[in-house]
């Protein structure tokens, strides 16, 4: 016992964290359709997804939400709870982490005493479920009972209540006539006295006798009612378990209001009036897909339903008529790939191992962002599984193709599918495995479009592994491989390339899995290939290439970063090399760049700095790699994740798109694209408030525009030459104090001297 109550002294006091929100320069963008949990209060209607929630006034019909964006975490949520009396939102997690949302200061609280107690082991401190009695929070985890003191925000004792004190599963509690009732997995229900002086001794807790496992359990009629793992539904007393009736398959939830009675399967919610005769089905029958429901509760005649799939589900108790209320958003979190164009995305969830393995299959479909609206076209719809690599036709944006890593490539147009191209219906090879072709197996992956309109892609273990497609015509070309990959090496030894990208010149380069960078001039028809200590490359596994606005290869690999400062060197010289990156450490020591580190994308903005996507979150750094200007992550960003699998860059507004594989984010960069003329120069924040420290941004600049920035009497505080669209000023004078309040000129002259511009900047400290 002596080591269970230095543990109990551990959970006195509460470790908890001020968590930041980040409304003024993020926004969330994650899926509100997989509904873990919900709860009901006051008209509000609260709903978990993935690692987000929001809540419906069933008043005014207004939804917000809640994410990283406004502090919690992006992790697995578990369970919600809302304390009308503390206008507190809990949100608990399967890590164990607690946060708490304060509605009236919009401030959140992360609580991770529970994550950070080594005697209880990960997979058992999972928070199932709240209950709140006599201002305090009773914790259902999977190691037993915690109790949480929401006036105070600190914990109090902690309840091992399984046999001889053991950690036991509680899946849920509920409070009856001043006694609780645990449903616990393995002991059935175990119950005790609220006013028992020594509820912390395991041995004070007794057992229901004749049930083993209990899956939920709820108060209804003033009657203590409770689900088995056998499907059947009991009473409780004190003493014994009577049961009521055999349920009809597998129990999601239970819930009970003041004269009805719901409990929800996977398919159905079945009604039930005080006598607990059934009043109202409602499910697979009434709905146009097959429903997963998770999760139940009312506001009167209102019922309100999670499904894993669509979201929010809003029906009466007494019509089969229902809405779905989940904001809208991308179909799901786990991100695989993206592709941007001013105002708009498009998202694909993939996705391979990193042995180009894409089993088991995913049936996603795509996301498409349209000016703030969001269009999920369905697997259904599409018919292809695994999508993971997106092109937009520039000549064309409402042409949309996708690659398949199992089915080939989905042809798209103003949201519709047009066609899947094949091995039935195109050139596009079945994968080779030990010699011979798999069926149905076409395993396209990059796909990049030339300045001739053509679209490249390549194919993964096959013959021909390189394709153009034209879309004026739909022909289609193909290339032999094997001068680049030997056979039979290009389907035994090279699992699969990574995405695309051409130049000016239309060469074409690419990754492979063991051969390193491959380049494809298409001019002359012939391959070249970087790899190993020549091409100086730390591993030949390439897993992304990009080219930045000077024309230079960006190469991530499986180990690093690397440069090829002259990419069509590939082409004319056997001496071709790539270059790493030399910075200077905090101590002046020289260190590689991203040594050792895998690298999952690149993109390169507007001011030619780059932007690569790591599982150590993102890094901002800049055009040359010798400044690390921003390394996101879950610790000082509303990341949901480190593992970042995707960045894209919106270069009309300097947005930048990051996709986790637990959902996207967006940062509002400054850095945009060149503009030809200087006619749309603007300065913001203006005027530059006392509460701003953050930077005042000039954008709608001609690349290699000179900045200065002047006094009202032409002393010069500042001055810049711009590499994109935009600069930005810390408004200090060079960098070291804060200018003074006042009118700052800022004169603009173009490269060539021809242009000139003069915009003002008010500063008021």
């Given at each position: 016992?002596?080591?269970?109550?230095?543990?109990?002294?551990?959970?006195?006091?509460?470790?908890?964290?001020?968590?930041?929100?980040?409304?003024?320069?993020?926004?969330?963008?994650?899926?509100?359709?997989?509904?873990?949990?919900?709860?009901?209060?006051?008209?509000?209607?609260?709903?978990?997804?993935?690692?987000?929630?929001?809540?419906?006034?069933?008043?005014?019909?207004?939804?917000?939400?809640?994410?990283?964006?406004?502090?919690?975490?992006?992790?697995?949520?578990?369970?919600?709870?809302?304390?009308?009396?503390?206008?507190?939102?809990?949100?608990?997690?399967?890590?164990?982490?607690?946060?708490?949302?304060?509605?009236?200061?919009?401030?959140?609280?992360?609580?991770?005493?529970?994550?950070?107690?080594?005697?209880?082991?990960?997979?058992?401190?999972?928070?199932?479920?709240?209950?709140?009695?006599?201002?305090?929070?009773?914790?259902?985890?999977?190691?037993?009972?915690?109790?949480?003191?929401?006036?105070?925000?600190?914990?109090?004792?902690?309840?091992?209540?399984?046999?001889?004190?053991?950690?036991?599963?509680?899946?849920?509690?509920?409070?009856?006539?001043?006694?609780?009732?645990?449903?616990?997995?393995?002991?059935?229900?175990?119950?005790?006295?609220?006013?028992?002086?020594?509820?912390?001794?395991?041995?004070?807790?007794?057992?229901?006798?004749?049930?083993?496992?209990?899956?939920?359990?709820?108060?209804?009629?003033?009657?203590?009612?409770?689900?088995?793992?056998?499907?059947?539904?009991?009473?409780?007393?004190?003493?014994?378990?009577?049961?009521?009736?055999?349920?009809?398959?597998?129990?999601?939830?239970?819930?009970?209001?003041?004269?009805?009675?719901?409990?929800?399967?996977?398919?159905?919610?079945?009604?039930?009036?005080?006598?607990?005769?059934?009043?109202?089905?409602?499910?697979?029958?009434?709905?146009?897909?097959?429903?997963?429901?998770?999760?139940?509760?009312?506001?009167?005649?209102?019922?309100?339903?999670?499904?894993?799939?669509?979201?929010?589900?809003?029906?009466?108790?007494?019509?089969?008529?229902?809405?779905?209320?989940?904001?809208?958003?991308?179909?799901?979190?786990?991100?695989?790939?993206?592709?941007?164009?001013?105002?708009?995305?498009?998202?694909?969830?993939?996705?391979?191992?990193?042995?180009?393995?894409?089993?088991?299959?995913?049936?996603?479909?795509?996301?498409?962002?349209?000016?703030?609206?969001?269009?999920?076209?369905?697997?259904?719809?599409?018919?292809?599984?695994?999508?993971?690599?997106?092109?937009?036709?520039?000549?064309?944006?409402?042409?949309?193709?996708?690659?398949?890593?199992?089915?080939?490539?989905?042809?798209?147009?103003?949201?519709?599918?047009?066609?899947?191209?094949?091995?039935?219906?195109?050139?596009?090879?079945?994968?080779?495995?030990?010699?011979?072709?798999?069926?149905?197996?076409?395993?396209?992956?990059?796909?990049?479009?030339?300045?001739?309109?053509?679209?490249?892609?390549?194919?993964?273990?096959?013959?021909?592994?390189?394709?153009?497609?034209?879309?004026?015509?739909?022909?289609?070309?193909?290339?032999?491989?094997?001068?680049?990959?030997?056979?039979?090496?290009?389907?035994?030894?090279?699992?699969?390339?990574?995405?695309?990208?051409?130049?000016?010149?239309?060469?074409?380069?690419?990754?492979?899995?063991?051969?390193?960078?491959?380049?494809?001039q298409s001019s002359t028809g012939t391959f070249s290939r970087l790899a190993g200590e020549s091409g100086n490359l730390p591993e030949d596994y390439v897993t992304t290439v990009a080219l930045d606005n000077n024309n230079q290869l960006w190469i991530g690999t499986a180990r690093g970063l690397r440069v090829?400062?002259?990419?069509?060197?590939?082409?004319?010289?056997?001496?071709?090399?790539?270059?790493?990156?030399?910075?200077?450490?905090?101590?002046?020591?020289?260190?590689?760049?991203?040594?050792g580190i895998s690298i999952a994308d690149i993109e390169v903005d507007g001011n030619n700095n780059k932007w690569i996507a790591t599982e150590s979150g993102v890094f901002y750094i800049s055009s040359n790699g010798q400044e690390t200007i921003y390394n996101f992550t879950t610790a000082n960003s509303p990341?949901?994740?480190?593992?970042?699998?995707?960045?894209?860059?919106?270069?009309?507004?300097?947005?930048?798109?990051?996709?986790?594989?637990?959902?996207?984010?967006?940062?509002?960069?400054?850095?945009?694209?060149?503009?030809?003329?200087?006619?749309?120069?603007?300065?913001?924040?203006?005027?530059?408030?006392?509460?701003?420290?953050?930077?005042?941004?000039?954008?709608?600049?001609?690349?290699?525009?000179?900045?200065?920035?002047?006094?009202?009497?032409?002393?010069?505080?500042?001055?810049?030459?711009?590499?994109?669209?935009?600069?930005?000023?810390?408004?200090?004078?060079?960098?070291?104090?804060?200018?003074?309040?006042?009118?700052?000129?800022?004169?603009?002259?173009?490269?060539?001297?021809?242009?000139?511009?003069?915009?003002?900047?008010?500063?008021?400290?």
């Amino acid at each position: 016992m002596k080591l269970i109550y230095t543990f109990l002294l551990g959970f006195l006091f509460s470790f908890s964290i001020s968590a930041q929100d980040y409304s003024s320069s993020w926004e969330g963008l994650y899926s509100y359709y997989n509904i873990i949990d919900t709860y009901s209060s006051n008209n509000r209607v609260f709903a978990a997804a993935q690692n987000s929630i929001f809540y419906y006034n069933n008043n005014s019909g207004e939804i917000e939400k809640i994410s990283t964006i406004n502090g919690i975490s992006g992790e697995d949520i578990s369970a919600i709870y809302y304390s009308s009396t503390y206008n507190l939102v809990l949100i608990g997690y399967e890590t164990g982490l607690i946060n708490v949302y304060d509605f009236d200061t919009q401030k959140d609280l992360q609580i991770i005493d529970i994550t950070e107690k080594e005697t209880v082991s990960p997979e058992n401190r999972k928070i199932n479920d709240f209950y709140e009695v006599d201002n305090k929070i009773l914790i259902s985890t999977n190691y037993g009972i915690s109790v949480y003191d929401i006036e105070k925000l600190e914990f109090g004792d902690t309840y091992f209540i399984g046999s001889a004190g053991s950690q036991l599963e509680v899946s849920q509690v509920t409070v009856q006539n001043n006694t609780i009732y645990a449903a616990t997995n393995g002991e059935g229900v175990k119950y005790v006295s609220l006013n028992n002086p020594n509820l912390i001794d395991f041995s004070q807790w007794l057992q229901v006798p004749n049930l083993t496992t209990v899956t939920r359990i709820t108060v209804f009629n003033d009657k203590v009612i409770c689900v088995s793992d056998a499907n059947i539904l009991y009473e409780i007393e004190q003493n014994s378990a009577s049961l009521l009736m055999n349920l009809n398959g597998n129990v999601r939830d239970i819930y009970a209001d003041e004269d009805t009675f719901y409990i929800l399967y996977v398919t159905k919610l079945e009604v039930y009036n005080s006598q607990l005769n059934k009043t109202y089905e409602f499910g697979i029958n009434n709905l146009e897909f097959t429903p997963s429901f998770s999760s139940v509760t009312s506001v009167g005649d209102d019922i309100f339903i999670g499904d894993a799939n669509q979201g929010l589900i809003h029906t009466l108790s007494n019509n089969a008529v229902y809405e779905y209320l989940s904001p809208s958003g991308p179909l799901r979190n786990n991100v695989f790939n993206m592709e941007v164009i001013p105002n708009e995305l498009w998202v694909v969830y993939g996705d391979y191992d990193v042995f180009y393995n894409p089993y088991p299959l995913e049936s996603y479909g795509a996301s498409h962002l349209d000016n703030d609206e969001w269009i999920n076209i369905p697997y259904e719809d599409i018919g292809a599984k695994t999508l993971v690599n997106i092109a937009i036709n520039p000549d064309n944006v409402d042409q949309v193709f996708i690659s398949s890593f199992y089915d080939g490539l989905v042809q798209i147009e103003d949201n519709e599918i047009i066609e899947v191209y094949n091995q039935n219906n195109s050139p596009i090879e079945e994968l080779i495995n030990n010699g011979t072709a798999v069926a149905n197996d076409t395993r396209v992956n990059g796909i990049y479009f030339d300045n001739s309109g053509r679209l490249w892609g390549n194919v993964t273990r096959v013959l021909h592994g390189l394709f153009s497609f034209t879309p004026d015509d739909n022909s289609f070309t193909t290339v032999d491989i094997t001068s680049a990959i030997p056979s039979p090496d290009f389907y035994s030894q090279n699992l699969g390339f990574s995405d695309l990208i051409i130049d000016n010149s239309n060469n074409i380069y690419f990754g492979s899995y063991e051969y390193g960078l491959v380049g494809y001039q298409s001019s002359t028809g012939t391959f070249s290939r970087l790899a190993g200590e020549s091409g100086n490359l730390p591993e030949d596994y390439v897993t992304t290439v990009a080219l930045d606005n000077n024309n230079q290869l960006w190469i991530g690999t499986a180990r690093g970063l690397r440069v090829l400062y002259s990419p069509s060197t590939m082409f004319s010289s056997t001496t071709a090399e790539a270059q790493e990156i030399i910075i200077l450490d905090d101590d002046g020591v020289a260190q590689e760049l991203l040594a050792g580190i895998s690298i999952a994308d690149i993109e390169v903005d507007g001011n030619n700095n780059k932007w690569i996507a790591t599982e150590s979150g993102v890094f901002y750094i800049s055009s040359n790699g010798q400044e690390t200007i921003y390394n996101f992550t879950t610790a000082n960003s509303p990341l949901p994740s480190n593992s970042v699998v995707d960045v894209e860059v919106d270069n009309s507004s300097g947005e930048v798109y990051i996709g986790t594989d637990k959902g996207i984010v967006v940062f509002q960069g400054s850095a945009t694209s060149s503009q030809e003329t200087l006619e749309n120069v603007r300065a913001y924040p203006n005027p530059v408030r006392p509460n701003y420290s953050g930077m005042v941004t000039i954008d709608g600049l001609i690349e290699g525009a000179n900045v200065k920035i002047t006094d009202i009497e032409g002393n010069l505080v500042y001055e810049e030459y711009s590499q994109g669209g935009s600069i930005q000023w810390d408004t200090r004078a060079f960098g070291k104090y804060k200018v003074a309040s006042g009118v700052y000129l800022v004169l603009i002259t173009s490269a060539d001297q021809i242009e000139t511009k003069v915009t003002k900047i008010m500063v008021i400290r």
